[in-house]
Each structure stands twice: as structure tokens, then as C-alpha cells.
């Protein structure tokens, strides 16, 4: 669609034909509320004008130095010539200035549309209503400023299609408050209060899953980064030959293999460490053995696996071993506590058939319930299975899912819980949100 009265935009001495091009100013607030509502309603304007097609639409960014640059306070007030200044700095066409004011559970919006070649205001708009309407009242007096702009067709789609009542203005608070936050951190915690708040609020939705990815994109180079750098490091361990500079070089390989939750590749490292010619070493300025340290670390390794004989059996040669290391009690801690579970399976053993028995009998047809007797009762291999069971027969329980990715991490299945994880996603992204980082951090990331 060729708009012709705003085809003459002017962009580095340059005819631009493209369509207008739209900066939107923050709203300013006329009723002494959080500027941060403000700051919503362009963010919220501005993306709708994005997915109408035929627009431009400055980014916030862009526009947001700009007015630092011109020493304009963003949410003041405006005049038609600042804006239009503004507005060819930008290489904009139009420049949207608007402001808003509550009183109780009412609310008014008002807009006007900025021609930035002439410094006239080429469109007006002012709505009244219902808070809980907001964002019907906002399409209103968007689709009157597309109007005075020429463009009719995309205004109808605007007062055309359905939109959900604002539950608070709190909701516009919280999503304003996320789009000027510093961190991509403190943005997602503030957009998921902002979809805790009300989850029908799409844009809060759509810019937390935009960012989550993008954070997933960090992570992945973060990860890949590290793995490099892990990589050298091995590398260069292995390249050593000296026994006193290996020794030297092992808690450094070996806590950066920790922390990467590398733990296969710690245990194996560790031990062709013990096997090699540095084993007898003493860790500079410290009485350390550097055999007693990769023992150690073996079996931080296995408990962290969940390989729980394995815990056992290489736990009491090292309490034989090293009776006064300075690790004795946390070896020990770690078998005590794979004792304990082991105990509480073999109690477990004997008991779940009758509380099971014990079930009413719709319950004992509901596979999730008695996967949950089987899950308290520490069989995780049964209990595995029946979740898996009362799935495929129900569909995938968003509710009992947890449960069963509890019991993924109990058996060391990582397969399993990578794959429960991804459904979780799926099935609530809220709760694999709030669940997430917990479980990932248990999970080895060379399984």
C-alpha cells in the first residue's frame, strides 16, 4: 500500500518511498502515577504499530538516546516543534506524543500525530473509559492517529480485532518497569510479575519468551566459551611432564571441570592422576596429597552421578587411606547419606504393597497416584515406569511431571530428565520457569 502523503520523508538527503516511519514518545502521565505506565503504552503502541506491515517504527533505543542527546526527559511534556526535531534526527515521518491520567477506576488517553517535515499536527485523539479496558481504549486511539495519517485500513484492524480487560494498572507498572531495567535479569524477573500479574497481558508474554531465548543464546555461547577454554586447559595439562608442575596444575583442571559439571571427565581425569607419576605429590603450600585431593574428587564426581556403589566402595578406601584428611568428614558425610537412601529403598521394599493395598480403589486406577506411593516410598525404577504408564494412557499431567523428573534425578537417569524437562516446557511454561535452573544445575553436562 503506497501512502503517498508521507512518501516524501527526507532520510540523509535521500527520497524514502517505503512508507511512514514512526518514533513513539513515552506517555506522560497527568495523575502523579509511576512514569514506568507511560513507558508501557509506548512500548505497547510501538509493537503494535511493528506487526501492521507498511510501517517503520523507531526503536526504542534509537529514540531514547536522541532525547538524551537533546536533554528532553523522557515522559515530559512535548511541543509539536520539539517533536518534530526530534523526529528528524530520528529520520522519522511522524512522531507520536500522547499522555494518560487515571482517576479511580477510570482512565483517558490522549494522543497526537507529529508531521516532522512541517511541524503540524496532522492527527489528534482522546478516549475516556474503563481502566479494565485499556487496551481497547489504547487500539482506539492508535487506529484514530493511523486515520489522520492516511491510513484507514490498518486502523480498522486495529478497533477490529478482540482484546482481553486489564486486570490492574499495576500489570502497565510492572511491564514499564522491564522495559527501561538495566539487566536482562532484573527485565525478566519484572515481566514474569508481569505475567503473574496478568497473564493475559500478550506483550509482557511475547517479550519474556523473546528474551528467555535470547538468554538461552547467551548461555550456549557462555557454555561454548568455557568449554574452549576447558579444553586448553586439559590440553595443556596433559602436554606436562614435570611432576611437581602437574601437581601444580591439578586443583586448577579439576575445579574448573566442577564447576562446568563435567564430572565424568573429572573422575577419569582424576583418576589417570592417581595413576600416573604425580599421584605421591604434595600440593604447593599445603600437606595435601595429590592423590588424596582426585580421591576426593572421584567421589564428588560419583555421588553427583548417582553411581551410589561406586560412592561406597572408593568412600571407604579413602577413610582407610587418608584417616586425618582434612576431607575425612565429608567423604563420610556423602557415604552416610547414600546409606541413608539406600536403607530408606530396602524399607520402602517392604512396605509400598500395602500402601498401595490401602488405596481406594479409584485411586489404585489412577497410575499417577499409586506412581506416587511408589515415588515416597523410594522405589524410583517402579515409580518411573507407572508415570511413564499413566502418560501414555492420559496424556502427558503438567502436575505430576515434577514428581517425575524428581525421580529422573533420584536414579540418575539423564536422558530421562533432559527429555521431562523439554515436556515440562511444553506442557507449563510457567512451572519449568520457576523449576528450571534447580534441576539443570543437578544435571552433569557431559552425560
Known sequence: MRLAPFALLLVAGAASAAGPTVAVLPFRDLSGGKASVGEAIRETVTSDLKQLGGVRVVERAQLDRVLGEQHLQAGGEVDAATAARVGKLLGATLIAVGAYQQSASDVRLTARFVQVETGEIVGTAKVDGRASEFLRLQDRVTAELLKSAGMAQHAKKMTERSRPQLKSFRTLELYGDAVVAESDEKKAELLKLAVAEDAAFSYAAADLAALEKRMKGYEALARAKQDEKTRALLDDFAKEKDPQKQATMAMQVINTLQLARKYRTMAALARSIMAGPAAASTLPMTQIRL??????????????????????????????????????????????????????????????????????????????????????????????????ACFAVGGVDKHALPQLISVDLALGDWAAIKKDLAELEKADPDMYRTMKSSYEMAIPSDV
Open 291 to 388: 592423590d588424596e585431593l582426585c580421591m576426593f574428587y572421584v567421589i564428588t564426581a560419583e555421588n553427583a552421578l548417582k553411581q551410589h556403589d561406586a560412592v561406597l566402595h572408593d568412600g571407604e578406601e579413602f577413610l582407610r587411606r587418608f584417616s586425618t584428611s582434612q576431607y575425612f568428614n565429608s567423604v563420610k558425610m556423602v557415604m552416610d547419606g547414600v546409606i541413608r537412601e539406600k536403607r530408606q529403598v530396602e524399607e520402602g521394599r517392604a512396605k509400598v504393597q500395602k500402601e498401595v493395598a490401602d488405596l481406594h480403589s479409584e485411586q489404585r486406577w489412577n497410575l499417577c497416584r499409586v506412581a506416587t506411593t511408589y515415588t515416597f516410598a523410594h522405589q524410583y525404577v517402579e515409580a518411573q515406569r507407572l508415570f511413564r
